[in-house]
């Protein structure tokens, strides 16, 4: 047969991808060095749908790109400098090997570098984007601001880090972004809105960690490389935004203020001033000193398509966030030694509140436990010996709840020595039927506004004994006046049946009836039920079929959080039982 | 040592020597014929030449220098004479003296013979040694200090001097190593997004010259992955955890460790050995001896089995085909492929009355590739949420 065949692999999907070694070999680079181009460039393997087809036949396991992004990777200028660094480890060890120090020094000054500024630019086009991956880079970078500063990884990134996590912490608290914190075994959750974006981050608990052997910190490393990058330029647009100076400077009053004697004593002096910003006790620099201006208030912009309704419900939640970012507005705080000074201080700062510590414990301290205008010291021992009267001292959760409840909590729960209320998770969102920890149904008590039920329970709670007895007495009252009222009507019903039966008339008379006083609300309530009802019968057989199903599924739901909720009272009323028998 | 007098070697002509010949005979004649010396030549001014009165002088000359440090005549006033104003009153020396007494106890220490005699007595002082205070190249180096010194106001720097300089250890290049790195913890960060792009050119001629940065690729904008970034935590990993949503968590984990052992005991199961299959001696033994030690009968019977496969397994020897043989291998052939388009034929016509089965059993296989497209997408996209497989080696 003459002419050109077609010849199986030459055209389709078998030419858009290539293997991981054969683009590595195009671009002339070590897989380790291939592996970091990837991760900086943001570029994954493919995979494909027909592995066979692509794959040339075989079934081997191989890694696919797509061969459009390789080519676009040979376009970088990063390789060049990849090559280039590769030559200086080379002429580095020769020189090392000669121990020509002269050379050595040379070289060490000449060192190849690069930077990654314009793949940000080409990655994340505008500043939306970025603050939309911004979660992964805070992570890390916390991550990397914990670890201590043995040489495993460059201790310049982990300086880096750290200077990045406070100066996000600042803007965050600058602008009162926190919404949502949930301390976990993992760490701490925080969820802050920037610019209408929810960012998620998790910060670990600051002691020394035992780092696993089994985790690859040079990938770790190049992710980090890049997302300090990133979380640098979000960072200085964040902080135009506020118009605060960038890098951050303390206010000048306030470092008065902070200014002590005996500064050498926490950190050198290089470090004092970004060990002062991470204190979070003072309040930044604005790049042009206004006086306080009262809040303008804000045009009402009617939203096209929007009914009055709308627009008044935004504008509720709009005050309701405002007052919620002010949770803490006019209370003083101190925290004693053993609480974690960085979480609390952070979150308290932002929202609204004065926080201080004991000034051997860190930098930044700004007024001592003698203060008297303290209102709230939080301590975490099960007893403290001096007592001052007018303050509160309370377990750290307190502050935690009451951001989660967007409430200021009442405090009894909180005090030294009493059993906490659990943490409960902010970030799940419960629907109809579902299980609603009975806490979480007080707190949305206290949000609505009911306190007495509370205080009811309260009360129950302090006298036992006596309550408990006196309860059960009022219970058994109660199930004797019902089994009473029942035997009654019962007697009644059976006398005027026998009256009947034997013929005489009954001994009715006729009154003047009561007005029934008729509910429209509940009139109407009827009136939809019974169309409900009808539409049902109405149904055909296939869809009546399905909405069985349907309600079945609903009908679960309620039934397990029905089961729940028994099981929750058995355990409550073993507990009880339990103390009593304590007690006694 | 020129002014020393060389002893006369000659008694006779040293003076007061008594001759033989007596002094009133010879005296005329001796004083009269004394020779004749030219005092100007240099052979006689060591022999006849008398410097006793020269040596007498100089030698005074010495003397003095060497006792008072310097000429007589040369010295002041003041140094050689002082008036005498009397003795100062006894009881200021005596308390002077006293004081001394008592440093000193008992005789005064006077300083060591030794080294009184090891002293300088003359009070002139050592002469110079010439020969210290010579160069005998000094001009060749004054010359080259000054031509160095007009070389170095020019500007012209000297080899060696220049060597040295450039050995010196350059500190600015690696200040800027190492502020330009990226990790750099004082590193300057700008507004990225704010920038405009430089559109200098026409983005035509841009192309054209190569200088056009190059277009990202759409599909790398994508996530490689639907999870979100940062996933919280079920409510029961909290630190102080509701009872139900903390047995919850357990559960969910428990499950996990549960599917993960039942796989171990899915594979211990298909590698189990029965223990009673295991080989022991005896069986071993009864394996290799089976057939060996066996009764005679069986030994017969064998051995006839084996004689008749032999005899089936003979060559067959081929005879070559007749013309008949081939004629009806060809009739035959033609009659099999006449049956079978006869029977391709009766078939197709039959399909018409099979319609109804065939219709079901098309429908069948449409049913089958669709229910197994659906699988596939639905495996694609719950892909999407799994992390991604790595090749052989990560």
Not at chain 2, 80 to 87: I, K, P, R
Not at chain 2, 328 to 347: L, P, V
Request: aromatic content about 8%; proline content about 4%; glycine content about 4%.
């Amino acid at each position: 047969m003459g002419g050109l065949q077609k010849k199986k692999f030459e055209r389709g999907s078998a030419t858009n991808y290539i293997t991981r070694n054969r683009a590595r070999k195009k671009l002339m680079l070590s897989l380790p060095d291939f592996r970091r181009l990837c991760i900086l460039k943001g570029i994954y393997p493919h995979e494909p749908k027909h592995k066979k087809k692509v794959n040339k036949g075989s079934t081997a396991p191989r890694t696919f790109y797509l061969l459009k992004d390789i080519r676009f990777l040979l376009h970088e200028p990063i390789v060049g400098k990849f090559r280039e660094y590769k030559i200086f480890v080379r002429k580095l060890k020769k020189a090392y090997g000669k121990t020509e120090w002269s050379a050595v020094e040379r070289l060490k000054g000449n060192k190849p570098t690069y930077k990654l500024d314009h793949i940000i630019k080409e990655r994340y086009p505008s500043f939306i984007d970025a603050l939309r991956d911004i979660d992964d880079a805070l992570c890390m970078c916390f991550l990397f601001s914990t670890f201590a500063r043995t040489g495993k990884c460059h201790v310049q990134t982990i300086q880096l880090c750290k200077r990045l996590t406070v100066e996000w912490m600042n803007y965050v608290v600058a602008a009162r972004a926190l919404t949502k914190v949930f301390l976990s075994i993992k760490g701490i959750y925080y969820q802050a809105e920037v610019m209408g974006q929810l960012i998620t981050w998790l910060v670990p608990y600051q002691f020394s960690h035992d780092h696993p052997t089994d985790v690859d910190y040079r990938v770790m490393a190049t992710f980090t490389e890049f997302y300090t990058t990133l979380l640098g330029f979000v960072n200085f647009r964040l902080y135009h935004s506020l118009n605060l100076l960038y890098p951050p400077k303390l206010d000048s009053k306030a470092e008065l203020e902070l200014k002590e004697e005996n500064e050498d004593d926490y950190a050198m002096n290089s470090e004092c001033y970004i060990e002062k910003l991470s204190a979070l006790s003072a309040t930044l620099a604005r790049v042009v000193s206004t006086a306080e201006e009262e809040e303008a208030q804000l045009d009402q912009f009617p939203v096209e398509g929007e009914d009055m309704e709308r627009m008044e419900a935004r504008e509720q939640e709009q005050r309701k966030q405002e007052v919620q970012k002010k949770l803490f507005e006019g209370l003083k705080f101190y925290l004693n030694r053993e609480v974690p000074r960085e979480s609390l201080a952070f979150v308290i700062r932002g929202f609204g509140g004065e926080v201080s510590w004991d000034k051997s414990a860190y930098i930044g301290s700004t007024y001592e436990v003698t203060d008297e205008t303290i209102t709230h010291q939080i301590v975490d021992r099960p007893n403290i010996d001096k007592q001052y009267i007018n303050r509160y001292y309370i377990q750290p959760q307190w502050v935690y709840d009451c951001i989660n409840s967007k409430i200021r909590l009442p405090v009894e729960d909180y005090f030294l020595g009493v059993t906490l209320p659990p943490h409960l998770s902010p970030f799940v969102e419960e629907k109809d039927g579902d299980y609603v920890p009975p806490e979480k149904m007080k707190i949305m008590a206290l949000q609505r506004g009911e306190k007495p039920a509370q205080n009811q329970e309260d009360e129950e709670e302090e006298d036992e004994e006596e309550e408990e007895e006196e309860e059960d007495e009022e219970e058994e009252e109660d199930d004797n006046e019902e089994e009473e009222e029942e035997e009654a009507e019962e007697k009644n019903l059976k006398k005027m049946e026998d009256q009947r039966s034997q013929g005489k008339s009954l001994q009715v008379k006729v009154t003047p009836g009561k007005l029934k006083v008729e509910n429209p609300a509940r009139l109407e309530q009827e009136e939809k039920a019974e169309e409900k009802r009808l539409a049902i019968m109405m149904m055909k057989k296939k869809e009546k079929y399905l909405y069985d199903k349907i309600m079945f599924g609903k009908k679960r739901k309620v039934r397990e959080a029905n089961k729940l909720a028994a099981k929750r009272k058995a355990f409550d009323d073993s507990e009880k039982a339990k103390k009593k028998k304590a007690r006694k | 040592m020129a002014a020393t007098r060389r002893l006369k070697r000659v008694a006779s002509s040293q003076p007061g020597f008594l001759h033989f010949k007596s002094f009133s005979d010879s005296t005329e004649s001796v004083s009269s014929r004394r020779k004749r010396v030219n005092k100007n030549k240099k052979k006689n001014w060591n022999k006849h030449i008398d410097v006793n009165d020269v040596d007498e002088f100089l030698e005074d000359i010495r003397h003095q220098e060497r006792t008072t440090g310097g000429l007589l005549s040369e010295k002041s006033d003041d140094t050689l004479f002082f008036v005498d104003v009397g003795q100062p009153e006894k009881p200021e020396s005596k308390a002077a003296e006293s004081e001394e007494g008592k440093k000193r106890k008992g005789k005064t220490s006077q300083p060591l013979r030794i080294d009184l005699i090891l002293q300088h007595d003359s009070l002139i002082p050592p002469p110079k040694d010439v020969l210290a205070y010579q160069q005998p190249n000094a001009k060749k180096l004054r010359r080259i200090a000054q031509k160095a010194e007009q070389l170095a106001r020019k500007g012209v720097v000297p080899r060696r001097q220049k060597r040295l300089l450039n050995m010196r250890p350059v500190d600015r290049v690696a200040k800027k190593a190492m502020t330009e790195a990226n990790n750099n913890p004082d590193r300057e960060f700008y507004d990225i997004w704010g920038q405009k792009s430089k559109d200098s050119a026409d983005p035509w001629y841009l192309q054209q010259t190569g200088k056009k940065p190059v277009k990202r690729p759409e599909k790398m904008n994508d996530k490689p992955s639907v999870i979100p970034a940062v996933e919280v935590i079920a409510p029961g990993g909290s630190y102080n955890p509701d009872f139900f949503s903390h047995q919850a968590l357990l559960q969910e984990a428990h499950e996990v460790e549960v599917k993960k052992q039942k796989e171990e005991d899915k594979v211990e199961r298909q590698l189990a050995v029965n223990k009673e299959d295991t080989a022991t001696k005896e069986t071993i033994l009864r394996e290799e001896v089976q057939g060996l030690v066996e009764e005679d009968n069986e030994d017969d019977e064998k051995a006839n089995e084996e004689e008749e496969d032999v005899a089936v397994g003979g060559i067959a020897l081929s005879q070559k085909k007749t013309e008949r043989q081939r004629k009806k291998e060809k009739t035959e052939k033609m009659k099999e492929q006449q049956r079978a388009s006869d029977k391709r034929q009766t078939d197709l016509q039959q399909q018409l009355f099979q319609l109804r089965s065939i219709k079901a059993s098309l429908k069948q296989q449409d049913q089958k590739t669709q229910s197994r497209q659906t699988q596939r997408k639905a495996k694609q996209e719950a892909q999407k949420s799994q992390p991604r497989r790595l090749g052989r080696l990560k």
